[in-house]
């Protein structure tokens, strides 16, 4: 590994020179150490930037991501210039005039009426006007705008962007819609763009927009930037006539130049109906508000809330890595100087005055160390911003710097330093200077007490993780209100409890470092030699793999916590289609007056699916025939036509709901009460995207029914009944809920139980299937109602506007087509990566502070080594085993403390988490093999030429 002290050579490696003895009280001695501490920081320029660095990284990533947060919250300035550019106020009609409207002062969303006694309100009766200009002054000058979605034609096809109507060019909208090249629209058949929409187009200022649907075409005559648009967004601003507003509709906003606006003026305009943003209302809000918006003023602080979370979170974390690794630095350092400490002891410093010279030291470091985060956190703020953004004002609304925070992370950069210092400081204290003039060395022998209360405190965090994990499960069944304490402080007794076992393996360190040393002194020389000297220095050795620990614990937590979810979002994920399958869905028409498609719509509709499926580049088309159920289209029961009829697949009782204990249902997107499908054979595969044995196929062909949802297997079939008439109203049983008392179940038409073929598919619409001779034999009438159809690349935006346009000219009155690809659930491996990773250079960077120190400290034990003879191999020897031991004892800390959170969630969630989910080969390879490439490094690392003048061999 990486030297990170140097030795002091010549006169430096002599005592300091005795300091002045001070003469004054209290404030003299603070004036000495805090002059010795500046001296020792000099001295030891290595190790006090490695000190600073350890300081810095942390606080320039909480610096950075402060600043980051910072900016992507919006100022009232910001918001004002993004919504208005440089117009007083837009107006817009929302409630009914002269009913008591009202509006929060900077958020016009948020609106009402008058509330009664219980705090609740409605809307009143009557007509919201067309516009605001009556409730204006006479001859007050307004702009209207209208923003919507508008359907342009493209070389691909037809594209949905953006789209204005109205004069947003006005240069008063700077701000709001900014000119970027070209000229301002001069007449009604003139347009502007977005530069991303030129290149969509695949024209230049000048070419022609043509809007679909017979709407027009335009000249473009300029490009605009619209400050909530990213540079990438497609949007066009066209003339701002009746005939586009009609056609185009959208929400309308009439701008004011002027005059400005105030909360009175606001107040009077709400009476009559209308809501307004008022540049003069947001920069200086009214302080005197109704009940009903209170909470609008809270918003500020709310954003800001989560920021000082995460950083505090982080911080703490930090600190606590940062404690242990400049701690271990600290105690290397004060060691370095204990001969000149005990000089300044026999001139008359106390106790106090050696503990304070290290402490001294440790908040000087940690003040130069944060102001270096501070610096060098600006810049990495400044340029993740410049790399990430992407160019809409409201995804960073300026380079704010939070300068209370700043300070604030300062201060705590200081502590953090001291605290650093806290531990080598008291140790100072209690140094004997005669020993240490004298150079004696004995090895640190834990006591009792320590690894007693360390083991007490592993246990108990042990016990307060499965016992909260049992308590919160049993909550989640109870009857407890939502405020109710019990449902929240169990919870986080689940995380506390693994962090009180870290704190237990910290405190039982050293014992477990000596106890390991008796172990491996069976092993070999360079085992016994490296186990000692770690035992040895358990002030070195033991804030380093706790530091190890801590990062580790983190690690491993996050990804089994997050595996565990993201395979539960997998198990409940509803398919549309199989994995990257095109899915095209036939809805009713313009015409349908049932709500569903008759029959012979349905397949033409199938047939124009088809087709735009094999355009689209489909290997494979399938489709897939349902019932349509008609009868809720009827008025009442009666109405029903008794030849109407409706086959279903029956779940088993035992998987009903009872609706006296269950008051919801969530499907997941499958529709229980009508599962079965028609599929011809051939295109099963297509279908559920699940290979098929030639036996499935041939059972299927039998007549059997393909079952991709288990539970309405019976004895390897599956109960198929039909009902006719009112009774698919008032009579059929449900697949969801147990018939509950009264509920009238009719007898079937008829009643039949297939073979069961079960394949496990994953969750979509096809849940039982059979083919379409098997449906003629039991007289069901299926209707086309999918196409799924295959593909061997992904879309691409081009192919995408295309097959929107060819769904869209493909529909009629009968049937609508809409399409869709299938992604699939979230991949855990686009997080799991990058985060052991991170976990990696981190403890990566722990080992190297640690693994540096040691090689430093056990320079003189090496020249002793080589000096009796010792071989360069032995040596190596040595760093493997000291590596081995500090990553391994950090690693198998934190996994052992960061698995115990994911086992209480999976124990409190009822089986909705499950262990199996966790990825153990990898967190075992990870907790395992890292430690060892950490030992093969230090191994590899060779170690420095010994200077045999150190020490002096004695035969």
């Known amino acids: 590994m990486t030297e990170v002290l140097e030795a002091p050579t010549g006169a430096s490696a002599q005592p300091d020179a005795a300091p002045p003895r001070p003469r004054g009280g209290g404030w003299s001695r603070w004036r000495v150490a805090v002059r010795l501490a500046r001296r020792q920081v000099r001295r030891t320029r290595l190790s006090s930037l490695l000190i600073v660095a350890l300081v810095a990284l942390p606080i320039a990533a909480m610096t950075a991501y402060g600043i980051y947060a910072a900016s992507s919250l919006g100022t009232p300035e910001d918001r004002v210039r993004a919504e208005l550019g440089e117009m007083q106020a837009w107006v817009a009609p929302a409630g009914v005039a002269g009913e008591g409207f009202w509006q929060a002062p900077t958020q016009p969303q948020w609106t009402g009426y008058p509330a009664d006694d219980d705090g609740s309100w409605e809307v009143p009766e009557g007509a919201i006007a067309d516009d605001p200009i009556s409730a204006l002054p006479a001859g007050t000058e307004t702009i209207l705008l209208t923003s919507a979605t508008a359907r342009i034609e493209t070389p691909g096809g037809l594209g949905l962007i953006g789209a204005w109507t109205g004069d947003a060019w006005d240069s008063r909208f700077s701000g709001a819609f900014d000119l970027v090249d070209g000229e301002r629209p001069a007449d009604a058949r003139e347009a502007m763009v977005t530069p991303a929409t030129l290149a969509r187009l695949g024209v230049q200022i000048g070419g022609d927009l ?14 605009l930037d619209a400050a909530t648009l990213p540079d990438a967004a497609s949007a066009v601003f066209l003339p701002g006539t009746a005939e586009l507003r009609e056609l185009i509709g959208g929400e309308r906003r009439w701008y004011l130049p002027a005059p400005a606006l105030s909360w009175e003026d606001v107040q009077a305009l709400n009476e009559d ?12 809000p009214p302080t005197q508000l109704r009940d009903e918006v209170r909470g609008s003023v809270l918003d500020e602080w709310m954003n800001i809330w989560p920021t000082v979370l995460v950083v505090a979170a982080g911080g703490l974390f930090a600190a606590y890595v940062v404690v242990m690794l400049a701690g271990a630095a600290f105690a290397v350092a004060a060691r370095r100087q204990q001969r000149s400490l005990a000089v300044a002891a026999s001139v008359g410093a106390n ?3 050696l503990s304070r010279m290290i402490l001294l030291q440790g908040t000087t470091l940690g003040a130069l160390g944060g102001a270096a985060g501070l610096v060098l956190g600006a810049g990495v703020a400044a340029g993740v911003m410049g790399l ?8 960073y609304w300026g380079f704010h710097v939070p300068w209370p925070g700043l300070a604030a992370i300062l201060v705590f950069a200081v502590v953090v330093g001291t605290a650093s210092a806290l531990v080598p400081a008291r140790s100072v204290a209690r140094t004997d200077p005669l020993r240490a003039l004298r150079g004696a060395r004995r090895p640190q022998k834990p006591g009792v007490a320590r690894p007693v209360w360390g083991s007490v405190v592993l246990l108990v965090g042990v016990a307060t993780t499965l016992l909260c994990a049992f308590v919160v499960a049993a909550v989640n069944i109870s009857d407890l209100t939502g405020d109710n304490p019990l449902r929240y402080i169990p919870a986080l007794g689940i995380v506390v409890g693994p962090i009180l076992t870290q704190v237990g393996i910290l405190m039982s360190g ?3 470092l000596w106890t390991t040393s008796r172990v491996l002194s069976r092993v070999g020389l360079a085992a016994r030699i490296a186990s000692r000297d770690a035992a040895a220095n358990a002030g070195r050795t033991v804030p380093a793999f706790a530091a190890i620990a801590a990062t580790v614990f983190i690690g491993v937590f996050a990804v089994s916590q997050s ?13 549309s289609a199989p994995l990257r399958s095109l899915s095209i869905s036939i809805w009713p028409g313009a015409d349908s007056t049932a709500g569903v498609v008759d029959l012979e719509g349905a397949q033409t509709g199938a047939a124009a699916a088809v087709d735009v499926a094999e355009d689209a580049g489909a290997t494979r088309v399938a489709v897939i025939e349902r019932q349509q159920p008609s009868h809720w289209s009827y008025g009442s029961a009666d109405e029903v036509p008794d030849d109407l009829s409706l086959a279903i697949a029956l779940l088993p009782r035992e998987h009903l709901l009872d609706p006296e204990v269950e008051d919801s249902y969530i499907s997941n997107g499958q529709d229980p009460d009508n599962p079965l499908s028609v599929v011809r054979p051939e295109d099963l595969e297509t279908v559920l995207g699940v290979p098929l044995t030639p036996g499935q196929r041939a059972a299927y062909r039998d007549g059997g029914a393909i079952v991709a949802d288990h539970r309405y297997i019976t004895d390897s079939e599956v109960t198929i009944a039909a009902w006719s008439g009112g009774d698919l109203m008032d009579g059929m049983p449900s697949n969801v809920w147990i018939p509950w008392s009264g509920q009238r179940i009719a007898e079937p038409t008829w009643e039949e139980r297939l073979d069961a073929i079960a394949v496990d598919a994953p969750l979509q619409p096809t849940a ?9 034999r039991l007289g069901i009438t299926a209707a086309p109602e999918r196409v799924i159809a295959s593909l061997d690349a992904p879309l691409s935006t081009e192919e995408r506007d295309r097959l929107q346009t060819q769904v869209e000219l493909a529909s009629d009155e009968d049937f609508t087509l809409g399409y869709s690809v299938e992604a699939g659930p979230p991949s855990d491996a686009a997080w799991m990566v990058p985060l052991l990773s991170v976990v990696a250079v981190l403890v990566l960077g722990a080992s190297a502070v640690a693994l540096g120190l040691a090689r430093f400290e056990r320079r003189p034990d090496d020249a002793t080594l080589a000096a009796v003879g010792g071989t360069p191999l032995l040596r190596r020897n040595i760093g493997f085993w000291q590596g081995l031991i500090i990553a391994g004892f950090g690693a198998v800390a934190g996994a052992v403390a960061g698995i115990l959170p994911p086992i209480g969630f999976a124990i409190q969630s009822r089986g909705d988490l499950l262990l199996g989910d966790i990825p153990w080969q990898v967190l075992a390879a990870f907790c395992l093999g890292l430690p060892v490439a950490i030992a093969l490094v230090n191994w590899l690392v060779p170690p420095r030429q010994p200077d045999l003048t150190r020490r002096t061999a004695i035969a």
């Open 563 to 575: 595996s565990m979810q993201t395979a539960q979002n997998a198990r409940t994920w509803y398919y």
């Open 768 to 776: 039982i299937a059979i083919a379409p001779a098997t449906a003629d």
């Open 273 to 284: 109906g209308v809501v307004a943003y008022s540049r003069a209302v947001v920069l200086d």
């Open 388 to 395: 990430t953004a992407d160019g809409s004002a409201t995804q």
């Open 210 to 223: 043509t809007l679909a649907d017979g709407a027009g075409t335009f000249e473009i005559v300029g490009t």
């Open 351 to 353: 106790r106090s005055d």
């Open 510 to 512: 050293g014992w477990l």
